[in-house]
Structures are given as C-alpha cells and as structure tokens.
C-alpha cells in the first residue's frame, strides 16, 4: 500500500515537472513582434522584418524575418498591414498564434521611399498661370474647388518642371488648368484642377418704389457692392440720366432693361421756318431756311433753302442747337 502511493507522489510529481519544463521550453520559442504606426521601405517587397522589431528564437527568427507580407505595385501606394494578417501568414508557415507576443501598435501604414510633388506645387503653378491669363480682367479671388492630390515621381534623381495650360474642358463658371509634369521633355503625367473666378462688380438699387417715367438719378437710387462669378461689363452711371420703362419697387436691383434714354424735345418741327447759322468767333453767316424734318438738340436734319419758283431749291444738312438755330454741317 505504502509503495502504491510512493508511486502516485511521483507520477504526479514528474507530471508538475513536465508541465514546467514545458512551459519554459515554450517561453524560450515565443516570438516578440513590435509594431511601429508608419515605416518608409526602399524595396518594393514588404518583408515582416523590414517593417517589424522581431525578437525570437535564432533557429526560427530567419523564417519570421523573410516573411512576405505584400509587395508595392504603383507609385504613392500605401499597405496597411494589422495584426490578424501578421498572425494569417506565419500560421501558414507553421507558426502558431499562441507563441506570438506583440507590442506597437495594431496596425502599420507602410510606404515607399520616393520622391513626390506636393500638391500645393501645382495649385501654385495653375494660379500663377491663371492671373497672368486673367490679368485684363479686374478679378478678386480665385478660389480651388477640387482638392488636388500629391504627384508620385519614384526614385530618379532627374529634375522635372510643371507647365500648365487651358483645359480643353470649360465651364461659364469654372476655369479647368491642366499642369503637366515634365522631365527631359516627356510627359509623366499631369493633374487637372479647377477654379472658380470671383469678379467685384457694382449694381444699382432702388431707394424707393419709383414710378414709370422716373428720372434715374445718384438721389433716387444707392450702388451695391457684391460679388460675382463673371464680369459685368456695364457701367452703374450709365444708367444715370436714364428713365424707367414701368413702375420699379424700392429694393429692386435696376437694369438696362428696366430703363430706356430720356428723349430731349423737338425744338425744330418738320416745315418750320429756321435760321441757319454759322459762327467761327470772328465770322457771323446767317440765311433762312426751312425744316425737312422735325429735330432735337443734337439732331442732324436737311433744310431747305430757297424755293422752286425761283428755282434755286437746295438742300442743306446742319444741327439742331440749343437756341433753336441751325448749324450747317460743312
């Protein structure tokens, strides 16, 4: 009996003991990984060892290093690798998740190491492009309104120069810049953006309702300042000095259309006996005459001079003045 239970003290006892050594022999092949946020990699092939701090075994650490993670297949690419995928492949490469301990972060944004244009660059190179196109027009503001992204260029060491130019694509309200970007006179690529043109302009608005037949006058009316997305080529006092066409609210914006010019009276009638006249300041010529038409000031009309009885009938052209003369037009 006695010697039954020396035996079960030790089986249990050899048990523990494996049970330990065990354990110690599994600390011994566990694998430490730690994670950066971001790695900058020269290769295209993503290596968990390029990427990750590995601590492990010596007899296993080189297969954990050269494990293949994915590879880079165009310029500016970015790989975001977590944990699960690190775990995902070393299972396949007999590797179990139990025996692997991370640290870092949980997941990793790896990258190339390569040159790129920042896209700032090539807002710079369409805006200055674009006032030096613009600069007959009084623009205020020339604002982007897609973002633009960085431009990739690889490795190269050669220098390469940005160009822009008109999109063959416009719009009324939007101009398309097209920067190409250039290396030993061959095209790599280009980036497209688009702007949006504010122009300062002026409208004149009404003080108060105005009736049909109103005078338009600095009084009577107040220019607005405001902005818009295209140049407007008439002139706020050109509309002084006109009258309105139809009865206009107080607040509404006045337009050419809304106006019509305020017509001088007749001052000669068709028939009308007139004074033809011509005055140089040191010679006075004067002869009567009759109007053909009836004329404003300012008007150009044919006047009849002498009659058919007598027939010395001639026609003369001269302008309406101010006095109601004539002034023939030599």
Not at 139 to 157: E, H, M, Q, W
Request: glycine share 8%.
């Amino acid at each position: 009996m006695m010697n039954n239970k020396r035996y079960l003290i030790l089986a249990w006892i050899m048990g523990v003991c494996a049970v330990v050594c065990g354990n110690e022999a599994g600390d011994c092949r566990k694998i430490r990984i730690y994670l950066p946020k971001d790695k900058i990699l020269e290769s295209e092939v993503v290596e968990l060892g390029k990427i990750a701090l590995v601590l492990g075994d010596d007899e296993i650490l080189p297969l954990v290093n050269e494990l293949r993670l994915g590879q880079f297949s165009v310029h500016g690419q970015e790989i975001t690798i977590d944990r699960k995928t690190i775990l995902s492949r070393l299972a396949s490469s007999g590797i179990k998740a139990s025996s692997v301990v991370f640290n870092g972060a949980e997941t990793i944004r790896v990258r190339r190491d390569e040159k790129i244009i920042v896209a700032d660059c090539f807002v710079d190179a369409a805006r200055n492009y674009l006032q030096e196109q613009l600069s007959d027009e009084q623009f205020a503001t020339l604002r982007l309104i897609c973002p633009v992204k960085d431009y990739p260029l690889g490795s190269g060491n050669e220098s390469v120069t940005l160009t822009a130019l008109m999109s063959s694509r416009q719009s009324d309200r939007k101009k398309h810049v097209t920067v190409r970007v250039i290396r030993d006179g061959v095209e790599l690529g280009s980036r497209e953006l688009i702007f949006s043109v504010q122009y300062p302009c002026r409208r004149l608005i009404a003080k108060q309702s105005l009736s049909a037949g109103t005078l338009i006058t600095p009084e009577n009316t107040e220019v607005e300042q405001y902005m818009s997305n295209a140049p407007v080529g008439t002139s706020v006092s050109l509309v002084y000095g006109m009258v309105t066409k139809r009865d206009i609210a107080g607040g509404t914006i006045i337009t050419e259309t809304m106006t019509e010019r305020k017509e001088s009276p007749v001052l000669i009638k068709k028939r009308q006996k007139v004074i033809l006249k011509l005055d140089t300041g040191g010679l006075l010529v004067s002869a009567p005459g009759e109007a053909i038409e009836d004329g404003r000031l300012g008007d150009i009309i044919p006047v009849q001079r002498g009659s058919r009885r007598t027939r010395d009938l001639k026609i003369v052209f001269g302008e309406v003045m101010p006095d109601g003369t004539v002034r023939p037009v030599l």
